[in-house]
Nanobody, 125 residues
Framework: QVQLVESGGGLVQAGGSLRLSCTASGLFSSYAMGWFRQAPGKEREFVAAIDWSGGSTDYADSVKGRFTISRDNAKNTGYLQMNSLKPEDTAAYYC???????????????????WGQGTQVTVSS
């Protein structure tokens, strides 16, 4: 079992930055990780994913060049650095995890077994 807790959300002006953290309990180093978001009235969407080693990543087109996913397995923590934030980035952000082989990244939410409770990110214009 893996339990995930997100933190780092908040209110920021457009153009600003935030770093989200996802801290895991249990065996985290063998798990691929992803970040998803859901805005009110919209479906959950993929943001970024990383394999267990940190060597492979994937991003949604809407965040490429602005967001960076990373992880520190020694700290059982994953991160999502968000720069140049836009009002359309406003959403609840969720981290997710699943067992995965090195190099395997997953962009489909259905692929993940474990989810955090979410952290709210609000970007004002």
């Amino acid at each position: 079992q893996v339990q995930l807790v997100e933190s780092g959300g908040g209110l920021v002006q457009a153009g600003g930055s935030l770093r989200l953290s996802c801290t895991a309990s249990g065996l985290f180093s063998s798990y691929a990780m992803g970040w998803f978001r859901q805005a009110p009235g919209k479906e959950r969407e993929f943001v970024a994913a990383i394999d267990w080693s940190g060597g492979s990543t994937d991003y949604a087109d809407s965040v490429k060049g602005r967001f960076t996913i990373s992880r520190d397995n020694a700290k059982n923590t994953g991160y999502l650095q968000m720069n140049s934030l836009k009002p359309e980035d406003t959403a609840a952000y969720y981290c997710a995890a699943r067992f995965g082989k090195i190099g395997s990244v997953f962009s489909a939410g259905i692929s993940y077994n474990y989810w955090g409770q979410g952290t709210q990110v609000t970007v004002s214009s």
